[in-house]
């Protein structure tokens, strides 16, 4: 059993992606989402140990009993979020901080199990680590939208303390979008998470209606072509 | 020979305790290879802070190192909370102290609070508070510049009526909807300069120890 490279693409960045379709790992979704550097930290930290323990999972996939196969899963993954934490602690210290329980949480993320289980388990190693690549940049994605989203409503900038993440050469990316902006409290209270992240789910299916929509019409137009060739095959036989 | 269950059992467990330890390992591994480094990025945010409010210029001594720990009551301590000590070419330059106020308006507000040997605050910044967002959050430097009106102010600057929030006629602004929070960081400022003002002799001498140990 092989899924192709370009469904898995298609699979992480959109139709199934873990933010807007499987709705999986809401917690830190909802609760780093206040700002784009720290939506970006996670969102790193999460596709890390996605890629890396679908990679372990897949390369054990045929040693591992079913009946222990689960606590196995748990272990690896609880194991590189430790190894993840301790290296965000060593090189990201001020982020670590900000982020502070989400990072442990990372093991709980139900993502992280849900495509050992789903995916990394039938897989090759390939596969496994590539679409935990692309379910932790569909998963990233989502993060940073609603992040930048509810940092410019809320405090009419963007990328503020960039640096907490890349060092200083990002001190000055800073971006004052608005003038004079009295702020948007709610966009950066945890309402504002939900709020904005419903806006982004109901985005995701209107685009989608739309392209169903596109694809209907056309077909609709070939429609008394293939109807009547229906007719003509049904007369001949 | 063991019957079939028995069998399927064993090999589990050993399959569970195989992971355990490799698990174990590769963690045991990861800390050993990073704790310098985390130990060192852990002193480089505290020394970040504490230059936050103590000038460099003022002090030539390394700060983490002239630690001293108090137990203060009028400094809303609980337990044992250190204090740093700073020096220039020998003497007594500066104090940093931590302090809470534990009646903010949703529980206790943590500050660091640096006072000049002479007895002027050279800086507060509040390191810990679950104050109102919108609301009570501006004494964060971040959010507003309201906690750098400390800044060079002492026990007789201004005198002790001053030492208020201007809605119970003192000296300091309070914020639209939030009283509470300024009025709670102005009271634990004023209490941490009476403790100054006290005990400073007795802060300095330590420092002398502090500093023959090493």
């Known amino acids: ?237 | 020979m063991l019957p079939e269950i028995s069998r399927s059992m064993l090999k589990n467990s050993l399959v569970l305790a195989l992971f355990a330890a490799v698990t174990v390992a590769v963690v045991a591994i990861t800390q050993q290879s990073t704790e310098s480094r985390i130990i060192e990025a852990e002193r480089a945010a505290q020394i970040r802070t504490l230059g936050e409010i103590l000038p460099a210029y003022s002090y030539d001594n390394a700060l983490l190192d002239n630690v001293i720990a108090l137990n203060e009551p009028l400094l809303g301590h609980r337990a044992e909370t250190p204090a740093y000590l700073a020096t220039l070419a020998g003497q007594p330059a500066a104090v940093i102290l931590q302090a809470s106020a534990p009646d903010g308006y949703s529980g206790t507000i943590s500050l660091l609070i640096g006072i000049m040997a002479d007895g002027t605050l050279s800086g507060v910044r509040v390191i810990h508070h679950k104050e109102t967002p919108g609301l009570g959050d501006r004494i964060e430097l971040a959010k507003s510049p309201w906690i750098k009106s400390f800044d060079g102010k002492s026990l007789s600057n201004p005198a002790q009526r001053g030492w208020a929030v201007k809605k119970d006629q003192g000296d300091f602004d309070q914020f639209a909807g939030a009283t509470i929070t300024p009025r709670a960081v102005v009271a634990a400022v004023h209490k941490a300069l009476q403790y100054f003002d006290q005990h400073h002799a007795e802060l300095f001498a330590q420092l002398n120890t502090a500093q023959v140990k090493p």
């Open chain 1, 1 to 237: 059993m092989s899924t192709s490279f370009r469904e898995i693409t298609i699979n992480g960045l959109w139709k199934n992606n873990p933010g807007l379709v499987q709705l999986l790992g809401l917690c830190p979704l909802l609760g780093t989402s206040n700002s784009t550097v720290n939506a970006l930290g996670l969102g790193i930290a999460t596709a890390l140990v996605l890629i890396c323990s679908n990679a372990a999972v897949s390369l054990i996939r045929n040693t591992v009993t079913n009946a222990v196969r689960l606590p196995v899963f748990v272990m690896i993954i609880a194991a590189l979020t430790t190894c993840i934490e301790l290296l965000m602690q060593a090189f990201t210290y001020e982020l670590f901080q900000i982020l502070g329980i989400f990072i442990p949480l990372i093991t709980t993320n139900c993502i992280i199990l849900g495509r050992a289980e789903a995916f990394a388990a039938k897989n090759s190693m390939l596969s496994a680590s590539y679409d935990g690549l692309m379910m932790g940049i569909g998963f990233g994605l989502v993060l940073v939208a609603i992040g930048a989203t509810r940092e410019l409503l809320g405090t009419g900038m963007l990328f503020t303390n960039m640096h907490l993440l890349f060092g200083s050469i990002a001190e000055h990316w800073q971006i004052v979008v608005f003038e004079n902006y009295k702020g948007f409290l709610l966009a950066i209270l945890p309402p504002g998470a939900f709020l904005v992240l419903g806006l982004l789910i109901a985005l995701k299916n209107w685009i989608d209606q739309l392209y169903a929509e596109r694809i209907a019409n056309t077909v609709t137009v070939s429609a008394p072509v293939v109807s009547r060739r229906v007719r003509v095959t049904g007369v001949v036989e």
